[in-house]
């Protein structure tokens, strides 16, 4: 399957929210929930509106992972970007792309942009039980980097 990369923008608010909404109880099952808040929809157009906020400013940028029909099959995130040269990691593949190297091959993808931008390092973490996440972060060139975080395996990759 194809998937492309695109940078969020607000004409993708209803789709990505359904995406949330409809992943919500098998995200919850790997990491800390939103919030009941965040599935109302007023309010994640509040809150898609400060993550915009922060890209147009340099400091984050959000994408969305999208097949050839433009359908959402998850997102993909670089926050907290210091002087443009390095970035954390976050993102969420829906349930029903899991295990087709949907997030491998965005990763990827990440990483080339990454480049682009002239980002020289990306941070990463995931929980212990997250295997297949790093399995991705590991095929893409991140390495394990040692902490005493309980509950976290932390991740590296530099330029």
């Known amino acids: 399957m194809e998937i492309a990369l695109e940078k969020y923008e607000p004409k993708d608010n ?9 992943n919500r109880a098998y995200f919850e099952k ?13 309010v994640f157009e509040e809150i898609m509106k400060s993550l915009l906020e922060e890209q147009n400013r340099g400091i984050s940028y959000f994408y969305l992972i999208k097949n050839d029909s433009g359908e959402i099959l998850g997102r993909m995130n670089l926050v907290d970007i210091e002087n443009g ?15 087709k190297g949907i997030a491998t091959k965005a990763v990827q993808l990440l990483v080339k942009e990454a480049r682009k931008i002239g980002m020289k390092e990306i941070h990463a ?3 212990v039980d997250n295997i297949g996440s790093q399995k991705v972060l590991e095929r893409n060139g991140f390495k394990n980097v040692p902490s005493e975080e309980v ?3 932390y991740y590296f990759w530099k330029n």
């Not at 040269?85 to 295990?99: D, I």
Request: proline content about 2%; aromatic content about 16%; charged content about 25%.
């Open 14 to 22: 209803a789709a990505l929210f359904s995406f949330e909404r409809d």
């Open 30 to 42: 790997m990491v800390p929930g939103r919030g009941e808040e965040y599935y109302n929809f007023h």
């Open 151 to 153: 509950g976290f395996v």
């Open 125 to 127: 973490k995931t929980t």
């Open 85 to 99: 040269n390095s970035g954390h990691l976050g993102y969420r593949v829906a349930e029903k792309a899991v295990g």
